[in-house]
């Protein structure tokens, strides 16, 4: 709806602007307007052509339409304010006017600059016109070259339309095609000659230049584009062959892979070669006879011995390179080198140190890695030198081992030679300069027994421990003597003396040691023997133990009062029912009864019985117990004495101690 404003029908738009202060007349405007693009096309070829145009608004957001020739695009709704409209580049086509329907506009090259005004319908009209350009194709050949007036033919945008140049005479008949064409282009070929060069008259127009195939692609501008084709006769054939060959001096070289670089000539190239073969044919592409240069790469243990071939102009085993001759021709007539390779080698040895029991001169045998095969060598000498490969790995192995003989050490000199060698691996190394040695060490072994013998029945069940051969043994034996003796299974040990040791054992001592068989006994102590060990023969030791003995007294003591009175006491012992008799006048135990028991699970009962001689005063004799050696017995405890006449009684148990002791009763006057 509009709004009558000073006799003027106006928008509402209109009606703001007419309100609003001058200055806001230079504000960026607001809203949307409508805008149309058409295409006008005044010549050129049109059918199936469309032309792209980009919007970019004021508001940041761009459109996109295709618009075809004579017709025009949908309204497109553009943010009001400047615009740029862009038309994107069509091959043959340049524009060539503009209109635009809502005021001024800028044109720069495809981007034409407009301003979108709010709420109105407008219309950017834009006129292009075809552009065309032509093409011809032109054919130069060298003076001299006997092409000169020939005919060659070639073919446009893949078509198979031939169009035809003679050479340094006529150029094809033009062809027309719109201006920014890119066109494939292909001489046919002609038996004889090759394509020499292509060239453009126009800057840039040729692209993917293919001499081989005589193809390229050309850009046709305005004007004329011409395309020259330059042709040569065909070049004879400068290239030559030659084959590497490869042969061995020894075994040790068969079964490798030698690589070889060849250079000169034009050729640059690495070939592996096998032992015993020959490369394929090598192309040296410019051959005029040499040199062409042949090494061989390094690889050791091998070096090259010998370098041969009917053109081999000289050659160098040092620095393994040869120069060699190769002329242009075919393979039938290629040139042919051959290298030969030795093994560079290192020397070792094997030894055989004899150790106990092994008698010098013993031969043993051997088997070395790397077709060395067996070899024999007496104890305590070496084999002759051997050969392997330098920095190869060698191992040998002791083999056929005699029964009671053990290989007991292996070692490798110098030992930063040794790749891990071991009794079980026997002897790895790597054989470097100078000798390699390897050791083995044989110790013949025979078998040791150790046996433990009760001499009483509190030994029985203990258990005493042995150290024999750098080994610990523990036996416990059963019964009293060899029937309940217990003993070692058999122990490997190496033929020589042997120490056998029993550990101390507290309370016991060892009363016996006896070997088997006697001649084998060669020294011993109070706790060891040192026997003989024969090879394939067994030596038996038997320790018998038995436990300590300590003595036990039983005292009387009298007291001052009973010996006051010049009474004399007289004690009959019972010790675990055994009657003993005997005095003691004094609590000094000189006169007791002196019992001898074993040190350890002794328990005793004492009972003492008195009478006395003389005239008991004031009353009867009696007997309490009174002391013992508390570290030496055990189990006492005090007696309350026993009011009898003239027959006192006292009894005391106690366990005897690994010192013995000795237990006091004492008299008194009751």
Known sequence: MGLVVAGLALPISGLAAAILPSSSAHATPTGTGT????KNVTSGYVNGTTFNFTVADSGGTSHSVNVAPNTCSKGISVAAGSATVTEAFQAGWRISGVKYTSGSFTRTGNHIAITVKANVD?????????????????????TGSGLAGEPFHFTENNTSTLFTAWANSACSKETGWPAGTRLPLAEVGTTGTVVDAITANTSGALSNVNLGAGTADVTIEPGVTVVTYDNIPTPL?????????????DGYVWGNTFNFTVTGDGANTTVPVAVGACSQAIEIPNANG???????????????????????????????????GVTAGNVSTESIVTFTNKTVLGTFKVCKIAGPGIAAGTPYEFYVSGNQGDIWVPA????????????????VQEVGIPTNVQLTAVSVSPSSNDQGSSVASGANFVVGPGITEADFTNTAFGTLKICKVAGDSTTVGRTFSFSAAGNSYSLTPSGVGLGGAACTPLISAPVGNVTVTEAAAANFHISNISVLPTTAAVSGSASSETVAVSQGATTEVQFTNDVNLVPVELCLANSATLATNGQTPLVQWYVNGYALTGTDPSPSCTDGALLQVPAVGTSMTALAEITSTGTPSPGNNRLLVVFGNSDQLSGLSPTSPYAGANTPVASQAFSVGPNGGNLTFTTTAG
């Open 35 to 38: 805008l149309e693009i058409c």
């Open 122 to 142: 407008q219309t950017l009209t834009v006129t292009n016109k075809g552009v065309r350009g032509f093409l011809k194709i032109c054919k130069t050949t060298p």
């Open 237 to 249: 054939s400068t290239a030559g062959y030659l084959e590497v060959c490869k042969d061995a001096a």
């Open 290 to 324: 040499g040199p062409v240069t042949v090494t061989e790469h390094e690889y050791a243990p091998f070096a090259v011995s010998k370098i041969s071939g009917p053109t081999v102009i000289s050659s160098n085993t040092v620095d393994a390179t040869a120069l060699v």
């Open 380 to 395: 305590g000498q070496c084999s002759s030198l051997q050969s392997a490969p330098l920095g190869s790995t060698v191992n």
